[in-house]
């Protein structure tokens, strides 16, 4: 179960498992909000898909409510083995009705039973919520959330360091619930276009002119607030400080979301309209990503982005900021740069570092694609899934 039906990273962690579970062992059906690209991968794919009514990400009592008794119906009806969820909202909401249903079947006589439901219940933590950029009620409100989830779940799946150590501080929630399992990606289905191939297609389907003398640098990212993305607009602002630099740079944005309208008006603000564009979604993205020279994800909240794992299997050199399971991917200075959050300084000096130091990009690229390779298996997260689901 997830709440959005977008193709972000918790959408794609899905699709992976439900896709690649053993058809023999499991029967997959994935729960979802609206009408998205995850719901059209998935059923070109034949995983069955059920429609959550009334789920939204924002909070709205009412519809809160109403998605409760469609969970409710949905656990009562598919009655599963093991209810999976991802994302903050289908986590607190969808922890809390299976919990309550389950413990109402449970005290119920059981000559009144009509069936017993005891299913686990699992939740994914994408990166915690209570680290995004709000105000400090929020987060408190958020945290406290989350904790309730942890409570009500049976097992809790952690995909970064950071966030393990975070969640082992939660307290009355047993340690033994929380299993770290790093994602990976299925590398037979990677395939990246060569850096000329990948310029030539990207320009055609985007109708982005990307000149050869350039230093093209990369962003596939959900517009969105986490995503930290002003801070690299005004960054590249910052740059033209130095002529020299900003002339050779094209900034290529890939990705779709509610902040895109805030986003361009920034860039005309800043009248960066000949170096920044924003390309919208483009299907499949990271075929192109060796078209860049580098990439940048100014994150101000992550888990463990799928973008970066990509970009390192690619070869591609990556500057990235400190947050959530993103130091598991990035060594300082050794297959990339890490910046501090919300600093468009220390990104200005490593894209330039990044722009005059062909060198470095090499050095990092070559070492991004040995750690990617030996630490972030794809079977490696699979066979952990597996092991988990058939322990309960």
């Known amino acids: 179960m997830i709440t959005k039906s977008n193709w972000g990273g918790a959408q794609r962690y899905v699709f992976d498992l439900a896709t690649n579970l053993p058809a023999d062992d499991f029967l997959v059906t994935v729960a979802t909000s609206g009408h998205g690209a995850l719901v059209d991968q998935l059923k070109k794919q034949d995983i069955q898909v059920i429609s959550i009514p009334h789920l939204e990400r924002d909070v709205n009592i009412l519809k809160e409510i109403k998605a409760s008794f469609a969970l409710w119906n949905i656990f009562k009806t598919e009655r599963p083995d093991i209810i999976h969820l991802n994302s903050s909202k289908i986590g607190g909401l969808g922890a809390l009705v299976a919990y309550l249903a389950r413990l109402k079947n449970k005290l119920t006589p059981a000559s009144k039973k009509k069936y017993i439901l005891n299913w686990q219940i699992i939740f994914t933590v994408h990166g915690w919520a209570f680290n995004e950029d709000r105000s400090r009620i929020s987060r408190y409100i958020i945290r406290l959330i989350q904790w309730v989830t942890a409570l009500f779940s049976d097992s809790i799946i952690i995909i970064s360091n950071r966030d393990y150590r975070q969640a082992i501080h939660l307290p009355m929630v047993d340690r033994k619930k929380f299993i770290l399992i790093p994602l990976g990606i299925p590398t037979d289905k990677l395939k990246f276009l060569p850096k000329l191939s990948a310029r030539s297609e990207l320009s055609k389907y985007t109708k982005i002119k990307i000149s050869s003398r350039n230093c093209v640098v990369g962003a596939i990212a959900e517009l ?160 952990a899934t597996i092991r988990l689901y058939n322990s309960i």
């Not at 094209?250 to 170096?275: A, H, M, P, T, V």
């Not at 390192?312 to 993103?326: D, E, L, N, S």
């Open 224 to 383: 969105t607030k986490n995503k930290g993305l002003p801070y690299l607009i005004s960054a590249i602002d910052h740059l033209r400080s130095n002529e020299s630099s900003v002339k050779k740079l094209q900034i290529i944005i890939i990705g779709e979301g509610e902040d895109r309208e805030r986003l361009q008006n920034l860039i005309n603000i800043r009248e960066l309209q000949s170096i920044i564009t924003l390309s919208g979604f483009v299907p499949n993205a990271s075929q192109y990503l060796q078209a860049f020279d580098f990439f940048v994800l100014p994150s101000l909240k992550e888990g463990l982005p799928y973008t970066l794992i990509e970009a390192m299997h690619a070869k591609i050199p990556i500057i990235a900021t400190r947050v959530g399971g993103i130091p598991d991917l990035i060594e300082e200075d050794v297959n990339g740069i890490i910046v501090p959050p919300k600093n468009s300084g220390a990104l200005t000096l490593a894209i330039e570092k990044l722009i005059n130091d062909k060198r470095i990009r090499t050095r990092f690229a070559k070492e991004s694609g040995k750690k990617i390779e030996t630490k972030f298996s794809f079977d490696t997260m699979l066979s």
